[in-house]
C-alpha cells in the first residue's frame, strides 16, 4: 500500500513526464502500423510477381510445347514428302492399269515420264483412241509390227483439228494416214462414233457429200421409241440447219422413211407414213420454237396444236397429237 501511494504521489507531482510517456506510446504505436503496412505490401507484391513469374512460366512452356508440335508435324510432313507417290510398279499390273485408265492423254504422258513402260503400254492408248473415235478403219486392219496406238492418237488429235477448220482436207488426212478408208460406209461410221468433230463444220460437210449423209442415216435405229425422242436423237448426231431451207427439208425426209423402216408395226397401227411423219416432224419443230421463244407471246396450246397438225394429217388420231404436244411441253425443243 505504501508503494502504491508513493507512485500516486509521485505522478502528481510530475504530470509532464506522464505526458510524455503517452506521446511515446502513440508515436511508437504509429510506428508499428506502419510497419505493418509495409509487411504486408511486400507480401502483396511478391505474391503477384509470383504469379506473374508462374503466368509467365505457363506461357513459356505452352510455348516451347507448341514449337514442339509443330516441329513434329514437319517432320511428320517432310517425312511424307520424301515417301512421295505410291510407285505404280510395286502393284499388281491390273491395278495400276486401272488407276491409269482414268487418265487423259495430257496426263497420261506425263505418268510416262516417270512409270514408262506402264504408261507406254498399249492397251492404255487403245482405249484413249476409241474412246474419242469410236471407228476407225485402221482398227479392223493387220497393223504392222512398229504400229503404236499413242502415235495413232496423236494422228487422229492431229486430223480432228484439220476436220474442223477444214472438213475436206480433214478427211483426206485420215484417208493419207491409212485410218479411214475412202468409202461413204466408212466415213459414216466414223462421223457416227466420233466426239471431236465441229457440228458446223460437219453439217457443211454432210451438205456436200449427200451420200455419206445417206449412210449416216441407215446408222440410226428408231425401233420402239416415240418419235419426238427419235427426233431428238437423230438432231444430236446430224445438227438441223439454223433456218430453214432445202437441207433441213432433205433431214426430215431421211429422218422419215428411217422411222417408218425402224417401226412397221407401229406405223400400221397408227397410220404413219413418211409423209405423215414428215408433216408431225415439221410441226414439232414450230411447236419447239412457239414454246421456247421468249418473243412468242402467247403460246400456242394444246387445243390449237391438235386443230392445226390434224389438218394436215387427218389420218393420225387426236390422242396421239396429244401426247406429242405434251412431250414438246415437259420435255423441251427437239432440235436443241
Not at 195 to 222: A, M
Request: net charge neutral.
Amino acid at each position: 500500500m505504501d508503494e502504491l501511494h508513493l507512485v500516486d504521489a509521485w505522478r502528481t507531482l510530475h504530470p509532464g513526464l506522464q505526458m510524455g510517456q503517452g506521446l511515446w506510446r502513440v508515436a511508437r504505436n504509429q510506428q508499428l502500423q506502419q510497419q505493418a503496412f509495409n509487411d504486408n505490401f511486400l507480401n502483396r507484391e511478391h505474391g503477384r510477381r509470383l504469379i506473374s513469374t508462374s503466368a509467365t512460366n505457363l506461357n513459356h512452356r505452352k510455348h516451347i510445347q507448341g514449337s514442339m508440335d509443330i516441329y513434329h508435324l514437319l517432320k511428320t510432313r517432310r517425312s511424307k514428302e520424301e515417301q512421295g507417290f505410291i510407285n505404280l510398279e510395286m502393284l499388281p499390273p491390273e491395278l495400276s492399269f486401272t488407276i491409269l485408265s482414268y487418265l487423259n492423254a495430257t496426263d497420261l504422258c506425263l505418268a510416262s515420264c516417270v512409270w514408262q513402260d506402264l504408261a507406254n503400254d498399249e492397251l492404255l492408248w487403245q482405249g484413249l483412241c476409241k474412246s474419242s473415235w469410236g471407228h476407225c478403219s485402221i482398227y479392223n486392219k493387220q497393223t504392222p509390227p512398229e504400229f503404236s496406238f499413242r502415235n495413232l492418237y496423236m494422228q487422229l488429235d492431229e486430223g480432228s483439228l484439220t476436220f474442223n477448220a477444214n472438213p475436206q482436207e480433214g478427211i483426206e488426212y485420215f484417208m493419207s494416214r491409212g485410218i479411214l478408208d475412202d468409202s461413204p460406209k466408212e466415213i459414216s461410221k466414223f462421223i457416227f462414233c466420233t466426239r471431236t468433230l465441229n457440228w458446223k463444220k460437219l453439217r457443211i460437210y454432210l451438205d456436200e457429200r449427200r451420200d455419206v449423209l445417206d449412210e449416216l442415216v441407215t446408222l440410226h435405229n428408231f425401233s420402239n421409241q416415240f418419235l419426238p425422242n427419235a427426233l431428238r436423237e437423230f438432231f444430236r448426231h446430224i445438227h438441223a440447219p439454223e433456218e430453214r431451207g432445202e437441207y433441213l427439208e432433205t433431214l426430215i425426209t431421211k429422218f422419215s422413211h428411217r422411222f417408218c423402216a425402224c417401226n412397221p408395226a407401229l406405223a400400221r397401227e397408227l397410220g404413219l407414213s413418211p409423209d405423215a411423219v414428215y408433216v408431225l416432224c415439221y410441226s414439232l419443230i414450230l411447236l419447239s420454237i412457239d414454246l421456247s421463244s421468249p418473243h412468242v407471246k402467247n403460246k400456242m396450246s394444246k387445243r390449237e396444236f391438235i386443230r392445226n397438225t390434224r389438218r394436215a394429217a387427218q389420218n393420225i388420231s387426236e390422242d396421239f397429237v396429244g401426247h406429242l404436244y405434251d412431250n414438246i411441253y415437259l420435255i423441251g425443243h427437239v432440235a436443241a
